[in-house]
């Protein structure tokens, strides 16, 4: 259960991984760059895993945006393909909810900078300047954002010294 804010109606049903969704649905997936593969060659895909959750009751849908960090696709792809590769993500994720017949949220994925479970890696000054992308590219398609599987409080910090000036909701998700 996630709590929203809203004390009448508390209960919130979130979409499920979107990179599981995409290996079981057949989209290209592959280590390192992971559900972000989809984003890359079969943008498609990402659109038919939201709309399956949205079909299954999904309230809130994630960006496909998690993989979208140089420790996945790479500090050259990452450069040059990086915002409009999370553009896409919004995108896709947007025009999924706007077409659900029931109200959805876009929650704009947030990742780990530098790797899940990683928190040996996080560097809270190399991050910030990619968070701030995030934020930018993102805020036209989100209606929230989420920090997902951050695995040490130093990044949850850094999210919510970043993204604290938005004026959208914000979730932190740790994963310790």
């Given amino acids: 259960m996630v709590f929203d804010g809203d004390v009448a109606n508390p209960l919130v049903i979130l979409d499920g991984g979107l990179g599981r969704q995409l290996e079981a649905m057949g989209a290209p997936f592959r280590q390192p760059e992971w559900s972000a593969l989809a ?6 895909f990402v659109r038919q895993a939201h709309d399956a959750y949205i079909a299954a009751g999904a309230e809130v849908i994630s960006t496909n945006s998690y993989a979208l960090v140089p420790f996945h696709i790479g500090d050259e792809r990452f450069a040059a393909n990086g ?3 999370i553009a896409l993500s919004g995108k896709l994720a947007r025009a999924a909810a706007d077409a659900a017949k029931a109200p959805v949220r876009v929650a704009g994925g947030i990742p780990p900078m530098f790797g899940s479970y990683r928190p040996d890696l996080f560097d ?4 910030v300047p990619m968070m701030q992308l995030f934020w930018h590219v993102l805020s036209p398609y989100v209606d929230l954002f989420a920090a997902e599987t951050y695995s040490a409080i130093a990044e949850a910090r850094c999210f919510l010294d970043v993204f604290g000036g938005a004026s ?9």
């Fill in 83 to 85: 915002p409009d590769l």
């Fill in 168 to 176: 959208k909701t914000l979730w932190v998700s740790l994963s310790l």
């Fill in 39 to 44: 984003l890359i060659e079969a943008p498609d």
């Fill in 124 to 127: 809270p000054v190399a991050a």
